[in-house]
Structures are given as structure tokens and as C-alpha cells.
């Protein structure tokens, strides 16, 4: 599976971004879809993930203020992040592959990751 994020940018506190996330090759494979993102000098967090059920999952710091969202036709994610603050920078990685019994908060259950998209924003 090779996964494929794209929309990172500057935005000012406040602001919206839109993330998005291919995945390609053993698709069948990609049944669930997360984000990760990792501040520098941070460890890489949980952010939002979503089932092939549908069931969405949060971390509390996005909660209401996040959204993801998959188009399994075009097998590509969507993390939609409003009301961004500075604590929110980071690079945000997309990442695939886990099992349906593995927790989705935990980064090493996932063998698929992209390459991450830079999320700056200004205060």
C-alpha cells in the first residue's frame, strides 16, 4: 500500500486546512485510515482515524474542531481541521494496514505510512 497526503500549508490561528490522503496498491489492505501527527521534538500522536464501518475516532485535543472523512471509491481520506492554533503545527502523516483488532490510537499497529504534509499555522 503506498498512501499519498497532500494539502499541508501556512494558515493563520483560526483558519481551515483541508488534508487529503490516496492510497494505492493493495487498497483491500487500507480498510482503515488514520492521521499522525509530529511536532519537533515531540513524539508522533494520534489524531483522527476513521473505520471501514465508518466509525470515526478523535483525539481529545481535535475533537469538534477536526473531521475525517474517507471516499472509499477513490480510496483516499480526508482530515478537515478547523479553528486551528498554533499548537496544532506539525507534520501530519497519514498511515494504513492496521488489522481490525489492533487499536487505532497506536502508530506501530500501522505498516503503511506516507510521506508527511508540513501544517504551519500563525498566531
Known amino acids: 500500500v503506498q498512501l499519498q497526503a497532500s494539502g499541508g500549508g501556512l494558515v493563520q490561528a483560526g483558519g481551515s486546512l483541508r488534508l487529503t490522503c490516496t492510497a494505492s496498491?493493495?487498497?483491500?489492505?487500507?480498510?482503515?485510515m488514520s492521521w499522525f501527527r509530529q511536532a519537533p521534538g515531540k513524539d508522533r500522536e494520534f489524531v483522527a482515524g476513521?473505520?471501514?464501518?465508518?466509525?470515526?475516532y478523535y483525539a481529545e485535543a481535535v475533537r469538534g474542531r477536526f473531521t475525517v472523512s474517507k471516499d472509499y471509491a477513490k480510496n483516499t481520506v480526508y482530515l478537515r481541521m478547523n479553528n486551528l492554533n498554533p499548537e496544532d503545527a506539525a507534520t501530519y502523516y497519514c498511515?494504513?494496514?492496521?488489522?481490525?483488532?489492533?487499536?487505532?490510537?497506536?502508530?506501530?499497529?500501522?505498516?503503511?505510512w506516507g510521506k508527511g504534509t508540513q501544517v504551519t499555522v500563525s498566531s
Open positions: 498511515a494504513s494496514g492496521l488489522s481490525y483488532t489492533d487499536s487505532i490510537y497506536s502508530a506501530p499497529h500501522y505498516p503503511y
Open positions: 496498491g493493495r487498497t483491500e489492505r487500507a480498510h482503515t
Open positions: 476513521i473505520r471501514r464501518s465508518g466509525t470515526d
